[in-house]
């Protein structure tokens, strides 16, 4: 059965790259070119002041950053405590793949803070995908995804409501959370406020540009404006990519999706 939808999915026509959000993305390019990776606290203070310069709707920080890198962490802090509309993430859940890592001190302070758990079914693709993953003592953590769209609808003046049926709702939309025998899936955990993902297509639905990109101004100067903007790994070395329907063909090398790319 999963198959099955895996099928579908990839017969769907594929949606048209979505242009209210864009991608930057550390890149192996970048890793040569600062020669290590993480950057330091202040190499990355520098691009998120760059990229809030250029006015985005909002920011989303697909990196962690628990604990300080090399210098510039007071300069990282205030960037955070000026910089309102960004985001960072924590993992908030244990699972066989990693334990919990911690949010940035400041942004939790802030509530700033959102989840990037992934789903990954027993065959290894991501089908599923957190509104809240509501891990105890915080049931109100939105996903990454969630809160950047939140924060995008708002000043297009839809707010998240909630429907009869005690679900969230934007606008017309009634989200229906995953259940533990839905469709294909039998005694699945359903922890959590889960949606199946409504992919836009296999190849990248999102403009790129890269981290260096981005420190040396190579990008046009509107570029971001009112767009919601994603920091994260693309990179196959940093080991943040997932199987997806897609992936199911008959190829040597089955398509990966970036988390970024993901949580975009």
Do not use: C, K, M, S
């Given at each position: 059965e999963w198959a099955a939808f895996d099928l579908y999915m990839q017969l769907r026509p594929e949606q048209p790259p979505d242009d209210r959000i864009l991608i930057v993305g550390v890149q192996e390019s970048e890793i040569r070119y600062f020669g290590k990776w993480p950057i330091s606290d202040a190499q990355l203070a520098q691009l998120i002041r760059l990229i809030r310069d250029q006015k985005p709707k909002a920011i989303?920080?697909?990196l962690y950053r628990d604990v300080p890198v090399e210098e510039g962490l007071n300069e990282l802090n205030e960037v955070f405590k000026t910089t309102p509309n960004l985001f960072g993430i924590e993992k908030s859940i244990d699972d066989r793949y990693s334990p919990r890592i911690s949010a940035p001190p400041v942004l939790d302070k802030l509530q700033q803070v959102t989840a990037n758990d992934a789903i990954v079914d027993p065959d290894g693709k991501l089908r599923r995908a957190f509104l809240y993953p509501m891990p105890t003592g915080?049931?109100?953590l939105p996903s990454l995804g969630l809160a950047l769209a939140l924060v995008y609808l708002k000043d297009k003046g839809i707010n998240p409501q909630t429907s009869a049926g005690g679900l969230l709702q934007l606008g017309s939309k009634v989200f229906v959370p995953?259940?533990?025998n839905d469709g294909g899936y039998i005694r699945t955990d359903a922890g959590g406020y889960q949606i199946l993902v409504n992919y836009r297509g296999s190849a990248m639905k999102f403009r790129n540009v890269s981290v260096a990109d981005v420190l040396k101004n190579r990008i046009p100067d509107n570029l971001m404006r009112?767009?919601?903007?994603?920091?994260?790994?693309q990179t196959p070395s940093l080991n943040d990519f997932f199987y997806t329907p897609y992936s199911s063909n008959f190829s040597a090398s089955p398509i990966q999706m970036s988390g970024v790319e993901f949580q975009a």
């Open positions: 989303g920080l697909d915080n049931e109100g995953f259940e533990t009112d767009r919601i903007v994603l920091i994260g790994a």
